[in-house]
């Protein structure tokens, strides 16, 4: 048999595109077929399609009224507009279908419209899945078959009711002649005694023996030729009429078990839980729709338990194929096995080898002890909701509830899968992905079993206690809170908990114990005055791993007091915050932070305007009063050595939020910054660093995302004493992250970086702005995906000289020249990856790109200032001048059809070169131009307007921006070290160039 899942999917995709009702045979049959992978669902519309009622419905209409009709006849309504045209532009017909269908089944949000529709969806297929008295034609037949089985005893059998029934409904029986052939064709009855007879079938009916006056009328029937099957009769018109008092308990239970339920109604969630859990134990599948409406009917009639039903189930051919067969402890192995999802242990199978061979005893004694265990240890706690969930999974329980808080407490109430408000069961917990709790009562909401909850919101205003998975499976459940008094129990996994202004953090008394995993408590703040107003209630505790907590949760205080005495007035200012109420938090979120100061005067307000200022020393103690413009005497409250251990976190827009203040704890490093979500360009942060706070900066991108996260601009100020102090000399850029997308950083301005280092598997899009005067090596060797660098700053001195002089076996008049001419290297060295980068430089850089087809912009690189690029390949490589707009290459993607050959100015070979600079020595150089102009020997020279002149060095690049034929400063001078001559004279350039096949003004490369 199928699983019920499939069997419904096959159901819905007949009825949907058919509006045909399948039979039992049917949706089982294609079902098993789609589960064991043998069809496909997109294959089975197909077949519909070209049936010949599919051709009727459907022949010569296009796909997309085809799919129209088919949304309309699902979800009750119209599709929204250009939805199923979008499907069908990525998706084939059946596939489209497909999805639609499937996409009701299985909708798991909160949208009302289409859960209306997906109930009503429901409604429909139950009546398919679940027929009841449909198969039969009508209630009465299948009533009075019933109660043919009921009178003797036997547990019915659905295709002898719905046989016999659909004879007696269609009149092709009587219900006479219907008893009397159900008595005959049963040899046991038959071959009973009259006074036996009789005797059964009032124990079974009336829950006694007959009296002495009915067994003689009775007997005497059957002894004077009277039917067996017309006594049934009489004895089941009988219950259904009037009975003696002392009956009524009887015909009470005669009708409950005799009545069948309507179409589409099925019994309780506890009796269908306990067939799935049988059918999950022993023959290790999920239950299908006959088993399930069957054996949880059967669970509902009076004398019936899980034991009587796995008893029954297990002499099943079925059962006997797939376990039942097995004895002793490898049907304990067998069935432990199936439930736990792990072998029994030696002391285990002792155990349940003590309750003898009953095997349906040991069965549900497994099952039973599992499913109300209190054990608290992870292991078994992981393995009761493991097998909650399977039994919630096989019965397609819905995996998005909209609950409250139960009165009592415990599992929450809502009326997901069935209509009617109850308290869920585990298993119904065990499935939740998505949930919105309405906490509206101060008692504990146990969602414990919920190990895959993805997204939880919590409404309402009571104190109520959240209890989430805490068992080490759930990974981290996205939480928005907008109830500011709730207790909150996360996860063990990395969660989420976004605090809303709806939760009224000023007066509220919410509490946040967020357990093991990397989680972070974000607020976005309710400052109106220039600070944020938290409740002395309010308490957060990030539990074990690397937490982070919104800046906006910690305030600080400034309370100042004077006093006068001979005239003199002096003040006291006492630093407060409430960094006490929060606990084990690592990191300090400053995305949307709008928080500041808090001042007072001798107890008046006294107004603050520092902006979003965030003092880390209320963290450590050494908290500053310059907020306000008479402070006096400072006394700091004591550090909090479980905040901020690990400095801050970017989750999200900040907007001009200074950090002041920043020192580490011992054991600490406050000095890096986590980048975990989209900050927007417009962000902007900056950190100010106490003396000698530390050597280096780290920005670690660790975003999950599918479109690129930007940083925004960063600023570092920092300073060291004189005599063995600490410069934050270095920034450390690890670009990671989860997804495809690129990471995007201004690193604004630093007073005291030297070095920029970059790491990572994530592109990184890094912008290095002017104010970072002191930057002189910018490495990013250690990215394996691809930089783009513009680094708007310069190198000082003449590199673009030296750097080519350097490379020369003749140092010792190379070195007397610089020492005439002052000549002085201070370059910035930038180093690219081994893919494809982009790095744009200014003048006195030495650039090496690494492998990939790289692209170098030069901002700026003049004959008093220029860039060299240390490892240019004109057949991969392209150079980009900004000033002039110009693209220069031999790549390909500039050749002879679109662009211009540069002119070749020829070659200075060494011996030339030697005796040129041997000649500067003896006088008549007196200007970098001029020297420039004797060593390349082009002083005499007309230039066109791009040109190279080789060596064996490497080759310059000149263009002529003004046009004026000579080589002067307002001109564009690079050294590509290492390009032969012949390779530089075979460049060409133009201003558009090609970027994977599609047309790109050089203007666009240069502002990328």
């Known amino acids: ?80 507009e250009g939805y199923l045209s979008g499907l069908l532009a990525n998706s084939s017909l059946e596939t489209s279908i497909t999805t639609i269908v499937n996409d009701l089944l299985n909708y798991s949000g909160f949208d009302q419209g289409t859960l209306a529709s997906q109930n009503a969806y429901d409604q429909q297929l ?28 036997i547990d019915p059998v659905s295709g002898t009711v719905n046989s016999l029934g659909s004879q007696i409904n269609a009149g092709t029986l009587t219900f006479e002649q219907a008893a009397s052939k159900f008595v005959n064709d049963r040899p046991a009855l038959k071959g009973l005694s009259n006074d036996a007879f009789i005797k059964l079938v009032f124990t079974e009916g009336y829950g006694r023996a007959p009296t002495s006056a009915e067994l003689n009328t009775y007997t005497s029937f059957l002894a004077n030729g009277g039917d067996r099957g017309q006594l049934l009769v009489n004895v089941t018109n009988d219950l259904r009429g009037t009975v003696g008092s002392n009956d009524q308990g009887a015909q009470q239970q005669f009708l409950h078990d005799t009545t069948p339920h309507a179409p589409g109604q099925i019994a309780d969630l506890a009796s269908q839980e306990q067939v799935a859990s049988i059918f999950l134990a022993i023959p290790q599948r999920n239950v299908d729709a ?68 009953d095997k349906a005893l040991i069965t549900t004694a497994i099952i039973n002890d599992l499913r109300t265990s209190t054990a608290t240890d992870a292991a078994t706690v992981t393995q009761q909701h493991a097998f909650e969930y399977d039994i919630g999974t096989s019965l397609t329980y819905k995996t998005a509830a909209t609950l409250s808080a139960s009165a009592a407490g415990g599992n929450a109430t809502g009326s997901v899968n069935t209509g009617t408000s109850h308290v869920l069961t585990n298993a119904e917990t065990a499935v939740l992905v998505n949930a919105v709790l309405n906490a ?99 308490r957060a505790n990030g539990g074990n791993g690397s937490d982070s907590i919104s800046a906006n949760f910690i305030t600080k205080q400034l309370t100042t007091t004077s006093s006068s005495f001979l005239g003199i007035t002096s003040y006291k200012t006492t630093v407060g915050t409430n960094a006490g109420q929060f606990s084990s938090f690592e ?134 004493s004189l005599l063995l102090g600490t410069a934050l000399s270095t920034v450390n850029i690890n670009s990671n992250g989860s997804g495809d997308f690129i990471n995007v950083l201004n690193l604004a301005s630093s007073s005291q970086v030297t070095n920029v280092n970059i790491s990572g598997n994530h592109y990184l899009d890094l912008d290095i702005g002017s104010g970072n005067g002191s930057v002189r090596t910018i490495d990013a060797s250690s990215n394996s995906a691809g930089v783009d660098i513009t680094a708007n700053v310069a190198g000082t001195g003449q590199g673009i000289i030296l750097n080519f002089l350097d490379l020369f076996p003749f140092n010792g008049i190379t070195k007397a020249i610089a020492a005439l001419f002052g000549f002085k290297s201070d370059d910035v060295h930038i180093t690219g990856t081994a893919h494809d980068d982009v790095i744009s430089a200014m003048g006195n850089s030495y650039v090496t790109g690494g492998a990939g087809a790289d692209t170098f912009k030069l901002l700026s690189s003049t004959p008093d200032a220029g860039v060299t690029i240390n490892d240019f390949n004109t057949h991969q490589d392209t150079l980009v001048d900004v000033k002039s707009g110009l693209a220069l290459s031999d790549n390909g993607v500039i050749n002879g059809n679109n662009g211009t050959q540069v002119a070749d100015y020829g070659y200075s070979s060494n011996d ?29 020279q007309p230039l066109s307007h791009v040109g190279v002149v080789g060596s064996s060095a490497g080759s310059y690049v000149l263009i002529d921006n003004n046009g004026d034929g000579k080589l002067d400063n307002g001109d564009t001078l690079a050294f590509l070290q290492g390009v ?17 096949g599609v047309q790109s003004n050089v203007g666009d490369l240069v502002h990328a």
């Open 1 to 80: 048999m199928a699983s019920l899942n499939y069997q419904k999917e096959a159901a819905a995709l007949l009825y949907s595109v058919l509006g045909e009702k399948a039979d039992a045979a049917t949706f089982d049959s294609v079902g098993n077929s789609i589960e064991k992978g043998q069809i496909t669902a997109e294959s089975y519309v197909d077949t519909l399609l070209n049936s010949a009622a599919g051709v009727s419905l459907y022949g010569g209409k296009s796909d997309l009224d085809i799919l129209n009709s088919i949304y309309a006849s699902t979800y009750g309504k119209a599709a929204p």
């Open 126 to 153: 139950n009546t398919i899945l679940y027929p009841s008295y449909d198969a039969a034609g009508g209630a009465q037949g299948v009533a009075d078959v019933t109660a043919l089985y009921y009178l003797v005893g």
């Open 440 to 538: 509206d009562a101060a008692t504990t909401v146990n969602l414990k079993f919920a190990d895959h909850l993805a997204d939880l919101t919590i409404n309402g205003n009571k104190a109520a206690t959240v209890n989430l998975s805490d068992n080490g499976v759930n990974t981290g459940v996205d939480i928005t809170v907008n109830n500011g008094n709730v207790i909150l129990n996360a996860s063990s996994g990395s969660d989420d908990v976004q605090v809303t202004s709806a939760a009224n953090i000023a007066t509220g008394t919410a509490q946040f114990n967020l357990g093991n995993g990397n989680d972070a408590l974000k607020w976005g703040g309710n400052a109106t005055n220039g600070y944020n107003v938290v409740s002395s209630s309010v």
């Open 587 to 720: 990191k300090i979120d400053l995305g949307g932070y709008i928080g500041g100061t808090q001042a007072t005067l001798n107890g008046a307000a006294v107004s603050v305007n520092s902006g979003h200022q965030f003092d880390f020393g209320v963290i450590t103690g050494n908290a500053t009063a310059n907020e306000v413009a008479k402070s006096g005497s400072l006394t700091n409250g004591p550090a909090y050595s479980t905040l901020g251990t690990q400095g801050f976190v970017l989750s999200s827009f900040a907007n001009d939020v200074h950090v002041i203040n920043i020192s580490n704890l011992k054991g600490a490093d406050a000095a890096q910054l986590e980048v975990t979500g989209d900050a927007t360009a417009n962000s902007s942060l900056d950190f100010t660093f106490l003396q000698n706070a530390s050597s280096k900066f780290d920005i670690n991108f660790n975003a999950v995302s599918n479109s690129d996260v930007n940083a925004g601009s960063v600023s570092l100020n920092s300073s060291s």
């Open 980 to 996: 032969s001559h012949q390779d530089a004279a075979h460049m060409f350039y133009n201003n558009e160039i090609t970027t994977n």
């Open 912 to 940: 030339a070169l030697q005796s040129i600079l041997g000649g500067i020595l003896t006088g008549g150089i007196t200007s970098t131009i001029s020297f420039i102009n004797a060593i390349l020997g082009i002083k005499d």
């Open 290 to 357: 006959q088993g399930l409406d069957d054996w949880s009917s059967y669970l509902g009639k009076d004398g019936h338990s899980l034991n009587s039903l796995t008893a029954k189930l297990i002499t099943s051919a079925e059962f006997q194929k797939k376990g039942a067969q097995l004895s002793g402890n490898d049907y304990i192995q067998h069935v432990f096995t199936a439930v736990h999802g792990t072998p029994a242990t030696a002391a285990q199978l002792a155990q349940y080898a003590k309750l003898g061979s």
